[in-house]
């Protein structure tokens, strides 16, 4: 069965702090993706990433993976208070079309002034 | 072009009625699921279907859930008799089917219903 942890699952940080999130998952898997949720909304794809040592960047986020150690991180660059979002990994599982993503625990991210 | 829809956005309903949750895909995705996402289990994967036909409904957790697709399209998931545990916010998502240009068919998520169970 796959698992997928993140942390930490709460993490409060000052404007213009770095931090980076965590996720590990626990068997092989062909992707992984980061989205974020503002609260009483949906799911918003931030970035998938596809092979051993892809990284991705947009904005103040930088997303990278490595397969090997099955594990993603999501760094924060000089956070701003628009950060503020649960942040979730989701690994895939491939059964043969479908792919069916398994969520890590999400990260609830406040940035202070 | 518009994204993936889903109706209500909002349901309350007594314990032991049966409910209807509705989701329109994203026209051409071929490929729709359906999550749940709760306090106390996270996000967790319910359904998925191809087409008309759901090779996977591994995630439903009991036999109160079903769901079905109709032209391919339009997905009604079905609690019936529900239970408080029910409440969560259930979410739908749609993609294109995998290979080619979309070899990694990105899921696109609707705005969720809210589900309370009084």
């Known amino acids: 069965e796959l698992k997928v942890e993140q942390n930490p699952l709460f993490l409060s940080m000052q404007e213009g702090k770095n931090y980076t999130i965590y996720c590990n998952y626990s068997?092989?898997?062909?992707?992984l993706y980061w989205y974020r949720q503002d609260p009483g909304k949906s799911l918003e794809s931030l970035f998938v990433l596809l092979s051993n040592g892809a990284v991705k960047q947009e904005g103040r986020l930088m997303a990278s993976l490595d397969t090997k150690a099955r594990l993603s991180t999501l760094h924060i660059t000089a956070a701003v208070h628009d950060l503020s979002a649960t942040y979730f990994c989701?690994?895939?599982?491939?059964?043969?079309?479908?792919?069916?993503?398994?969520f890590g625990t999400g990260t609830r991210l406040q940035v202070t002034l | 072009g518009a994204g993936v829809s889903q109706s209500p956005s909002n349901k309350v309903t007594e314990k032991g009625k049966d409910v209807e949750l509705r989701c329109d895909p994203i026209?051409?995705?071929?490929?729709l699921y359906w999550y749940r996402q709760s306090l106390g289990q996270g996000l967790e994967f319910l359904i998925y279907f191809q087409g008309n036909s759901a090779p996977d409904k591994s995630g439903l957790p009991s036999d109160r859930f079903s769901a079905e697709r109709t032209g391919g399209s339009v997905s009604t998931l079905t609690i019936q008799r529900t239970q408080q545990e029910d409440s969560a916010v259930y979410l739908c998502?749609?993609?294109?089917?995998?290979?080619?240009?979309?070899?990694?068919?990105?899921?696109?998520f609707g705005p969720g219903t809210r589900l309370t169970v009084l």
């Open positions: 068997t092989t898997s062909d992707r």
């Open positions: 998502a749609s993609s294109r089917p995998a290979g080619g240009r979309h070899a990694y068919n990105e899921q696109f």
């Open positions: 989701a690994v895939v599982l491939n059964t043969g079309t479908a792919s069916k993503l398994t």
């Open positions: 026209s051409g995705h071929t490929a």
